[in-house]
Structures are given as C-alpha cells and as structure tokens.
C-alpha cells in the first residue's frame, strides 16, 4: 500500500492558480490509479474532480473539464493537480488517493481507492 503526501494549497483570489502535489512512498505507484478528490464545507462526501489510471487516461468531472490538469511523474513518485481560473465554489479540501491495479479502472467510485492523504485546504476568495 502506498503512503500519500499532499502539498500546494493555499489561499487564492478567484481566477488565481494553484498546483496541488501529492507524493507516493513505495515502489509500485506507477502501478496504481490516482485521484484528486475534495470535500467542500459543509459536506460530508468527498467527490471526485479527475483521476488518471495506470495507463495514463484520465478522467475529469465536469466542473474541472478546461481549468484543471492532472499529471504523474512516475519517477517521482508524485501526481499533480494544475488548477486555473479558480472560483469560489472551489473551496474545499483537497485528497490525493490511489486504487490499486485491476481490470477496470472505477475512477469515481471512492471505495476502490485504499490509499488517502490527509487532505490539503484550498480557499478561493471572491
């Protein structure tokens, strides 16, 4: 099982960038499927905003799809989340996980990941 580290949030005027890290102990992380996942104030689920598997594909919710970019560095051990014309609503939490390799990959569904960080805040301001 992988071991996750996030890093990178902050507080950001709305349109603002932020690069959000989370990185990987173990030697098996290019063979799982990462996640970037948030919690917003006042909510008790965390949703997905993209994933990208272990082959590469990626999958983006539609409130990141044309802002946000997620990446892997897989000797790094470390996946990104590039976030631009940041709003408001983009306040939350911010988790990394993984899911462990499989047939299929489940990107959205958050008990197939068995790995999480201990979340980074993001604040946007108006």
């Known amino acids: 099982q992988v071991q996750l580290v996030e890093s990178g949030g902050g507080l950001v005027q709305a349109g603002g960038s932020l690069r959000l890290s989370c990185a990987a102990s173990?030697?098996?992380?290019?063979?799982?499927?990462m996640g970037w996942f948030r919690q917003a104030p006042g909510t008790e689920e965390r949703e997905l905003v993209v994933?990208?598997?272990?082959?590469?594909?990626?999958h983006y919710e539609a409130s990141a799809k044309g802002r946000f970019t997620i990446s892997r560095d897989n000797v790094k051990n470390t996946v990104y989340l590039q976030m631009n014309s940041l709003k408001p609503e983009d306040t939350a939490v911010y988790y990394c996980a993984a899911q462990p390799p499989g047939r299929i990959w489940y990107p959205q569904d958050a008990k197939k990941y068995d790995a999480w960080g201990q979340g980074t805040q993001v604040t946007v301001s108006s």
């Open positions: 173990g030697r098996t992380f290019s063979s799982y499927a």
């Open positions: 994933g990208i598997s272990w082959a590469g594909s990626t």
